[in-house]
């Protein structure tokens, strides 16, 4: 009886890897009168990276600050921030005591008590 159950679970084995090693990546290509549809090579894998469309980047916003400074002479392109100051980029929040705003590059600088928040799920919490 053990050797059946060994059999069969070889032959079962044996089934499922095969399973896995036939699935393959195909492309699909559109034109005006047919579609084509062929496997996904060496050479296509480029060309498809190559053709998905370029990430955007989207506003990152300043919500509250009690103070904000702007010192050409120290940093020209940084806006300072202090005191609850909170930003939204998307659906997330980000809340911090101070921070350096750059508007032009869209990025900024958090410092002390950072917290992150998207949603009710997601809590990021940094010094």
Avoid at 52 to 67: D, I, R
Avoid at 86 to 99: E, G, I
């Amino acid at each position: 009886m053990k050797i059946v159950k060994e059999i069969i679970f070889t032959v079962l084995c044996l089934l499922t890897s095969g399973v896995v090693t036939a699935q393959t990546i195909d492309t699909i290509q559109v034109s005006s009168d047919s579609i084509t549809v062929s496997p996904v090579t060496d050479q296509t894998a480029d060309t498809i990276l190559a053709v998905q469309p370029p990430v955007t980047q989207t506003q990152v916003f300043l919500e509250h600050a009690n103070t904000l400074s702007f010192d050409k002479a120290v940093n020209p392109d940084a806006q300072l921030l202090r005191g609850n100051v909170r930003f939204r980029h998307d659906s997330s929040y980000m809340y911090c005591d101070s921070a350096l705003f750059f508007e032009q590059n869209n990025s900024l600088e958090a410092f002390g008590n950072v917290r992150m928040e998207q949603g009710d799920t997601l809590f990021v919490y940094g010094d």
